[in-house]
């Protein structure tokens, strides 16, 4: 019956997406965050309905009249360049024919995917539906999960997998930090949702992350929770009454939580061991770390044999390429001292794409959090831009924790990332359109969204003798 549902319901999008490419895109950012097919167990576990979808969104935009106008900005170039030199790199690996395996099955799509995102997504209200697809596409894994944390006993993350199956979410030390993304959204759309039902739904989706979180029992994401959380306090006006809240809230989840949590969230804290340990060393690391810190090695050494363009997509992960790079090492008495994930973005990137990508990669990163607060900056106290305002400091948030929890997570290829950066794209041009009357990519209603006296609905005031025109 559940693949029934789904495959119908994918069917049943393509004639809205043949009218409007723009619920095309929704659809696919739905399927790509929330893998619908992967929740089924029958036939359409193996189906692959983004085909479906890419391909009828692709004829819908082809066949379209609205206006097809690039958001421009440093970050949409910046990322265009990353692309491109991630092109360069796959054609220049050792073992082409993987790396394009993995560019083909994920690149060329989320390419494709955002670039057609960032021409369609040119309004207001598509902006908004598109903050909401995000939201409910993970929201839906936290509830769940959750549900199913509370009614384990806090202790789910010792016995099974949390996102859906093969995907980047699989793992629990990354379903953590993509609640954790999703957390400041959430409280954007709690703070401007237009009625009860949409702002309590929110508020239970909060809840339902930081739950998630925990029950995780993901020591990386524990932490970066609490950086998460400094850096909210450090923007909140009472900090006395909000530190006092948060202490309140970290001693209930100490005297409620079970044993086996926080043995496993002091071992973050505490890397050595004090009795006999097969890694006993000067340093005396736990497994865990000390293979983290071999897959670093590795990614090193395989930088420096050609730094400028890398290895290729994945090379880390390739036992061609990357086996001749084990080394001597504390870990060599685990069975898990083998050729792994890189479990660091910032080394992933460096060993497919050397320090040139990972240069492009980082200006990428840090520019999208920089453009948020320089939006931030023009849209504080106008009104009319709130919403922006607080979009663009949620999405901070969540880019911050990003950065930090995929330090020790091979996390540079999610899609989370970027449909973030994309909404700071296109926040960025609305605002610009707003403020410095730059040309609306999009008519509405026969008038230009973003003209003087319109509303950041793109609908014109209402008022005597003032009627909105329909369209056509």
Known sequence: MRDIIIAAGLIGFIPLILRRPYIGVLVWTWIAILNPHREAFGFSSALRPNLLIVAVTLVS?????????????????????????????????????????????????????????LIVINSHHRLVSLVWCFALSLGYHAVKISLVTVKSGFVIGRYTGFGPADT???????????????????????????????????????????????????????????????????????KFKSAAILAISAVMLLSFAPQSFKERIGSAVTQFDEGDSKFADETQLDES??????????????????????????AIQNVNIATDYLRESACNNSKDYEVRAAHNMYVE???????????????????????????????????????????????????????????????????????????????SRLVREH??????????????????????????????????????
């Open 289 to 314: 770390f000390c293979l983290r810190l071999a897959s670093w090695q590795v990614g090193w050494d395989m930088t420096m044999d050609s730094p400028i363009v890398g290895n290729g997509l994945r």
């Open 168 to 238: 980047m979410i699989d793992d629990r030390n990354h379903f953590a930090v993509a609640m954790l993304m999703l957390a400041p959204i959430l409280f954007f759309l709690w703070k401007h949702a237009a009625n009860k039902i949409m702002k309590n739904a929110a508020l239970a989706g909060m809840i339902c992350c930081f739950l998630s979180v925990i029950g995780s029992f993901s020591r990386g994401g524990m932490l970066t929770m609490i950086a998460m959380l400094c850096v909210l306090w450090l923007r909140t006006k009472n």
């Open 349 to 427: 990137v460096l060993s497919d794409s050397g320090f040139v990508g990972l240069g492009i990669f980082l200006t990428l990163l840090v520019g999208t959090i920089a453009h948020c607060s320089q939006i931030i900056g023009r849209t504080k106290n106008r009104p009319e831009l709130l919403w922006a305002h607080d979009l663009m400091s949620m999405i901070q948030v969540s880019l911050i924790g990003y950065s930090i929890g995929s330090a020790l997570l091979s996390f540079a290829y999610y899609d989370g990332f970027y449909v973030l950066m994309c909404m700071v794209i296109v926040t």
């Open 61 to 117: 935009f082809a066949l379209s009249n609205e206006r097809k106008i690039w958001p421009g900005g440093k970050v949409a170039t910046t990322f265009i360049i990353f692309i491109i030199w991630t092109t360069i790199t796959s054609a220049l690996a050792p073992d082409p024919a993987t790396s394009f395996e993995f560019y083909s099955d994920f690149v060329i799509k989320m390419t494709l995917h955002m670039v057609i995102l």
């Open 435 to 472: 403020i410095d009357g730059v040309s609306p990519r999009r008519i509405i209603h026969g008038r230009r969204a973003g003209r003087q006296g319109q509303s950041p609905t793109g609908r014109p005031p209402a008022g005597r003798g003032n009627r909105p025109v329909r369209s056509a």
